[in-house]
């Protein structure tokens, strides 16, 4: 190999050649996520009314994280390798910031619900909209300032987006974020579990009515708990491990299985707010009612302007006429 080939090696962008499989994990995750966040986001700014409902800012926090990460990282991973190098920090800027919000505003929302069990009667007292958009603008600010931070120590190694390194120890940082904020929540759910459990001067349908308030806080905080934190862990292990993990098969295995996992994740969030939050499934089972019946009129109108235009049976002549 003489010196033009080493050149052109080393300079040489590095793509990666994902199997169609992947691609297609990607992309359908990446459509089927966005689809949904923006059915929960229209629903949200359309129907609620922040001012009566203000933890409702929070979910639509994680529903715009959410779609964001559909949008910017699953649809366009696949071509990733391909993209202009100056797109390189800004990308992984959003990516970080989306998923630090997603997880600092489930604690946000368990905070909520704890305050609304702990002060039921002072709860608008304390939680208000106008405090929960300043709580929205000091988490997104202050979170995109530190991966403003964090990405000025990124260095593009191999020539495309896909070949950058960071300094393990500055990027230490960000798993640690993840997995105190995940186990936070996680803390914060089951606190709220035993205070609501042994409320003893609630009667049974009252206590009835408040876990199924509380049962989109409990799926949500167990769903990311499952799906998130398994490879948060991972990753956090191999930064102290090194290349002991890097060459272990198994942990390389379990690493890829559970990040897979957490890009699922991602995609059922959504669905679990439809499911779980009464007003975005009513608002959704009369959206697709409304479709039906416009559908069926539609048809209706169809069958009878045909049954018009249809030309007129002959009429035989009767013999006695």
Known sequence: MNSTDIIANVTKPFVENLTLGETAFYISCGIVGTVFNALVLWIALTYINTEDKPRQIIVINMTVADLLMCIVYM??????????????????????????????????????????????????????????????????????????????????????????????????????????????????????YCIAHNLT????????????????????????????LPYRLLYLFSIFCGETCQINNYYKTATNLFFRLLIVGIMINPVITIWTQRIYRLRLMRMFGRLRENSSTEVLMVSNRRASERPPEHTPLRCDM
């Open 75 to 192: 649809k366009t991973r696949p071509w990733l390798s391909h993209f202009n190098l100056w797109l390189c920090h800004p990308y992984y800027v959003i990516i970080w910031t989306c998923q630090m919000c997603s997880c600092l505003n489930l604690v946000w929302l368990n905070v909520d619900k704890l305050i609304y069990i702990q002060f039921p009667l002072h709860y608008y007292q304390i939680v208000n909209r106008k405090r929960l958009l300043w709580i929205t603008a000091a988490t997104w600010g202050g979170l995109y300032a530190m991966n403003i931070a964090l990405v000025t120590f990124l260095k593009i190694t191999r020539g495309s987006c896909l070949g950058v390194s960071l300094n393990p120890y500055v990027y230490l940082l960000s798993p640690i974020f993840y997995v105190v904020m995940i186990l936070t929540s996680f803390s914060l759910s089951a606190l709220i």
């Open 201 to 228: 001067h609630m009667e049974e349908r009252q206590r009835s009515k408040l876990f199924r308030r509380l049962f989109f806080l409990f799926s949500s905080t167990l769903w990311t708990f499952f799906t998130c």
